[in-house]
């Protein structure tokens, strides 16, 4: 297939060189010629003048000469490449019409001298402008015979050579949008070479303590690019390696592109790795510092490159000169660190394309270029030969520093990073445990020992010690954690004790400000009820007088009819009627006289003459009163969910069509009835979702606590979840927790449908739904990349650990509660659950005993005004998982056996929260408190005395979804506990037990249907009644023979 040759492409740039030639900068000002001539070298990479043939061609043409005179270009190349070449060359006429000089293209012939052929280009030479000075790139020599039979016939001349490499440089420096798109993409490549194998492989080296020489692992990472997982997309024809990697540690660095990996083996300190993908021709390039548990003083010196970069970034603009870009930073050093003056890299970057590295264009002290928008930069900077003070070993005594992006220089603002790779002190930190760094000491201490030994017995010994140590190792960090939690409480507790809360008056409804506003009615004059829609006011005849009443003073009314009359009685809201939950009897003026009820009374029956029956105002008024009441309270409640709301910012847009964007998505909560699909797009300060329908919803990220990424892996659905600092509305309500999310594959399954495991359609299906699974992983993956990038890493996604997820239930139904780095999630069910760990106080795990397969856990945070957080029903098995992920994330918890009343326990910290930590504070939760903290453990024991007998008011105060399931629970384990005392006491054989586990089987079904009719009777009669029964059936319910072991006899 013939290779294709982009037209426009080439005439746009041959025109971009000739205008610049003609502005004559530089040494363009000084030539009269332009010569390239290009031979076959496999040993050059990189040259000028393939380079610009790769730029006006888009490929390079070997054993080429091109001559580009003032008024007309000369190329002479094989009769194939001269083929290739007739796709430019110009009609008859002499000038093109892009006003380009003419082509001429002359064969070259294999065998013979070609002078004719030279002569003809040397005549142009001459004949163009003075003919005495030629521009060439000096450093291109090329090896051959035909190169060097034309370097002679232009030496006969006597032509004045000049460099040109500088000017040409700076002149195909500015990208087009297609090569930025190429650069782009070489970018991602390079970002996903890095993070899916480089960074993988040397976590995996160090974790594993596997002994990898720096030549074997540069070695493997081009081995990877050969592999399209790594290749986002890219076919690996189109991809190679700018350099070979540069990977160093262990206290020989070099700071440079042109060194290579040593042969000596990786040390586990700090780990330079220099990457740089060349896709179709266009180079990037990645550097980045990894470093395995790094001391305080490398970390700060880490962050402070970082803060050099981020200057750099900010000073590359367009029109600045490299000089001063350099001066900016170096200024930056001084004022903050100079002892690093002297450690930092003598360039801080250079520009990139086609070549890796152009020379003339390097970020120094001297160079005068400007830069221009549209330039592709490679910035690097790092400190060598730093001295870590804690290095005890040779190698960990010096280190290095360095890291390196790609990034294109913007009109204004900041430049952009085109290797968007993670590099906060964070994400490039390596942490080993340090109990195993204490355990490899105490191991040597005792291999001395144990000479005499067998290697056997020292593995055992060494494996039982590591087992018995973990839990108590648990043990004395929550110790530790313990007397932290106290102090801190008791300090933030007298911090805020002068800011108390106040209490809210009841909204005062004023019907009219004066007389005069009163309606004037022939219905109010008649003495029949009335309603102001305009006042919200029902104006009642009351002795005579007609008298307004604000529809918010009523709380009901209905109507009745009773032989010839027909009855309204309105009911008012007065002290001592209840207001709704949390509203308490709050009135403005509560010692006033207060008005019940009043009931009208109106006939029937249609008396002479008139034309309606009296009932007619009653029935009017109810229907009405009925119709504002609706209105007002409808209000109220979006005033209500308005309260509160901070005022948001307004989005910023970026009319940029390039803004990170994910189609097609759901969002929850739904903005009106129906759920509807819509687009998520990155802006300049947020998010903005646009519905079908055009509905918006903005987040800003200012506003964002938590941004989760939820995978489909093992989920039905992909999500984004954000958990905001303060609420937004949409859709008339107030709304804390937003989420975006799409499904993947069926969520219902056609069980009518006729299914084989070996269902060609089937497995078809299966395939499908695990390409479009990859398919949105990799969309949301890069999505987030983008966002993260954008907003230089401000807003960063987390994506919850699986590994350490657990089940249990926070709302109604069961779930998979999963960690991420700050906070305990769950994303997927509805209504979703989100626990900042930071906002936690201590967790406290309910009803662990050994008999039970359940436990509780109750999450109190430091604001203590806050309601607990209850979890029920979590697996026992889950429980020494929870209480290691705790003890990492330094989360104090404690455990016992039974429910505790926390409405209570808290209501008295707070009330008394001086004498509660003078008492003990939070050891009163402690199993083995009880010796040490007495007078802790007495002054609570009130409390857990009435946790299982729950006044009314108490089941009234806790939220709707508070589980009584569980207290039964805790009663069955209480009845259970009573069966296992009896069965020690009898000791009785097996036949007698079985011969009575039968009878109380019997007996227990018998009194079951007993306790069911009396229930019944009982639910009937009131709640009171129902609550006693369900815990009285749940005690007793209980069959013997289900219990552990041998029955005992039921007490009657």
């Known amino acids: 297939m013939a290779l294709s040759l982009d037209r426009e492409a080439y005439y746009r740039r041959i025109k971009r060189l000739y205008s610049n030639w003609q502005k004559g900068e530089d040494e363009y000002a000084t030539i009269d010629a332009i010569v390239v001539s290009v031979g076959v070298d496999e040993e050059t990479v990189y040259a000028k003048s393939t380079a610009l043939q790769t730029w006006l061609f888009g490929y390079e043409l070997t054993d080429t000469i091109m001559v580009f005179c003032e008024d007309k270009i000369l190329f002479m190349a094989s009769k194939k490449k001269v083929e290739f070449l007739k796709q430019i060359a110009n009609s008859k ?39 005495k000075r030629i521009g060439i790139f000096s450093k291109d020599k090329f090896p051959g015979e035909f190169m060097n039979s034309w370097n002679d016939s232009l030496n006969k001349e006597g032509f004045e050579k000049v460099d040109i490499s500088a000017v040409v440089a700076y002149t195909i420096a500015v990208k087009e949008d297609g090569e930025l798109a190429l650069m782009r993409k070489a970018a991602v490549i390079t970002a996903e070479v890095f993070t899916k194998f480089l960074k993988e492989r040397v976590m995996e080296i160090v974790d594993v303590d596997e002994k990898v020489r720096h030549s074997k692992l540069a070695e493997s990472v081009e081995k990877a690019i050969e592999e399209k997982k790594y290749l986002s997309g890219a076919d690996p024809s189109t991809v190679e390696m700018c350099y070979p990697p540069i990977i160093q540690s262990g206290g020989h660095y070099n700071l440079k592109f042109s060194v290579v990996s040593e042969k000596s083996y990786m040390h586990f300190g700090v780990i330079t790795c220099a990457m740089g993908i060349r896709y179709k021709s266009y180079c990037s390039n990645l550097v980045r510092t990894l470093m395995v548990d790094p001391p305080q003083e490398m970390q700060e010196n880490y962050s402070f490159l970082l803060q050099l970069q981020e200057e750099m970034l900010k000073e590359l603009r367009h029109g600045v000169k490299l000089c001063e870009v350099y001066a900016a930073v170096m200024d930056m050093v001084k004022k903050q660190k100079p002892e690093l003056l002297s450690k930092i890299t003598k360039n801080l970057g250079f520009a990139m394309g086609i070549e890796f590295r152009e020379g003339s264009l390097v970020i120094n002290s001297k160079n005068q270029y400007r830069l221009k928008k549209g330039m592709v930069f490679s910035l690097n900077v790092g400190f060598s030969d730093l001295a870590n003070k804690e290095g005890k070993k040779p190698e960990e005594k010096t280190y290095a520093l360095f890291i390196g992006d790609s990034v294109l220089v913007e009109e204004d603002g900041p430049a952009t990073l085109l290797t968007s790779v993670k590099k906060k002190v964070k994400n490039v930190s390596i942490l080993l445990k340090k109990d195993d760094e204490d355990e490899e000491e105490e191991d040597k201490n005792e291999a001395v020992d144990m000479l005499g030994r067998s290697s056997r017995t020292a593995l055992l010994t060494e494996r039982t010690r590591n087992e018995m140590t973990a839990e108590e190792k648990r043990r004395a960090h929550q110790k530790e954690l313990a007397a932290q939690l106290n102090e801190e409480a008791r300090r933030r507790l007298t911090e805020q004790k ?53 529809i918010a003073t009523i709380k009901n009314i209905s109507m009745s009819v009773e032989g010839d009359y027909t009855y309204l009685r309105i009911n008012f809201y007065c002290p001592g009627s209840a207001l709704g939950r949390n509203e308490g009897n709050i009135f403005p003026n509560p010692e006033a006289t207060f008005v019940k009820e009043i009931t009208y009374r109106a006939s029937n029956i249609k008396t002479p003459g008139e034309q309606t029956v009296p009932a007619l105002n009653l029935q009017n008024a109810f229907r009405i009163i009925k119709e504002v009441q609706k209105r007002y309270k409808t209000r109220e409640a979006e005033e209500k969910e308005k309260e509160g709301i901070v005022k948001q910012d307004s989005l910023v847009i970026n009319l940029n069509r ?25 802006h300049v300060n947020g998010f903005r979702f646009t519905s079908v329908r055009g509905d918006k919803v903005d987040i800003l990220y200012n506003n964002i606590k938590h941004a989760v990424f939820q995978p489909c892996d093992g989920e039905m659905i992909i999500v984004l979840h954000f958990h905001l600092k303060n609420a937004i509305m949409f859709g008339k309500k107030r709304h804390t927790d937003v989420q ?78 999963q960690p991420t780095s700050s906070a305990l999630v769950n994303c997927t069910e509805w209504p979703p659950f989100v626990v900042t760990l930071d906002e936690v106080e201590l967790i406290h795990f309910e009803r662990v005993q050994f ?69 003990g504070g939070w050891s009163f939760l402690e199993p083995e408190g009880e010796g040490s903290d007495a007078e802790a453990g007495d002054s609570e024991s009130e409390i857990e005395d009435e946790t299982f007998n729950p006044s009314e008011d108490e089941y009234e105060e806790e939220e709707e979804d508070s589980d009584e399931d569980y207290s039964s629970e805790a009663e069955e384990s209480d009845g259970s506990k009573e069966s296992l005392g009896s069965e020690e006491e009898s000791g009785k054989d097996w036949d007698e037990l079985e011969e009575e586990a039968r009878k109380a089987d019997r007996e227990s079904r018998y009194e079951e249907e007993e306790e069911r009719s009396r229930t019944i009777s009982r639910k009937r009669k009131g709640p009171s009644s129902s609550h006693s029964s369900s815990h009285h059936r749940s005690s007793h319910s209980r069959s013997p023979a289900r219990s552990s072991g041998p029955p005992k006899k039921k007490r009657k």
């Open 851 to 919: 008999h039970l397969k359940n436990f509780d856990m109750v999450i109190v945070y430091k604001d203590y005004s806050k309601k607990v957080t209850m979890i029920n029903a979590i697996p026992v098995a889950s429980l020494d998982p929870i209480k290691e992920w705790l003890n990492s994330c330094d989360i104090k918890y404690t455990e016992g056996v039974q429910s505790l009343n926390w409405t209570k326990i808290m209501k008295t910290i707070v009330d008394d929260p001086e004498g509660f930590f003078e008492q």
């Open 93 to 131: 006429s002499n000038e093109s019409t892009n006003g380009v000089p003419a082509i001429t293209l002359l064969v070259r012939e294999k065998n013979e001298s070609n002078k004719a052929n030279f002569d003809k280009m040397i005549e142009a030479l001459k004949g163009s402008k003075n003919g």
């Open 498 to 550: 002068g800011e108390q809360q106040i209490q809210k008056a009841r909204k005062s409804n004023v019907s009219y400000k004066n007389p005069s506003l009163m309606p004037k009615e022939p219905h109010i004059r008649e003495m029949k009820i009335y309603i102001d829609k305009k006042y919200e006011t029902v104006i009642m005849p009351v002795f005579g007088i007609a008298t307004p009443f604000h």
């Open 740 to 817: 975006f999310y799409t499904e993947v594959g069926e969520i219902t399954t056609d069980l009518g449908k006729h299914q084989h495991m070996h269902d060609r359609d089937d497995l078809y299906a299966e395939q499908m739904e695990r390409e479009m699974r990859h398919k949105l992983k990799t969309a949301f993956k890069s999505f987030i990349e983008k966002v993260e990038s954008l907003t230089k890493e401000e807003l960063e996604f987390e994506v919850p650990f699986r590994d350490l997820g657990f089940n249990g239930a926070p709302y109604r139904s069961t779930c998979l509660l």
């Open 658 to 682: 390039s803004n990170p964007k994910l189609k097609d998505l759901y969002i929850r909560p739904n903005i009106a009835q129906k759920r509807m699909q819509g687009s998520l797009e990155a």
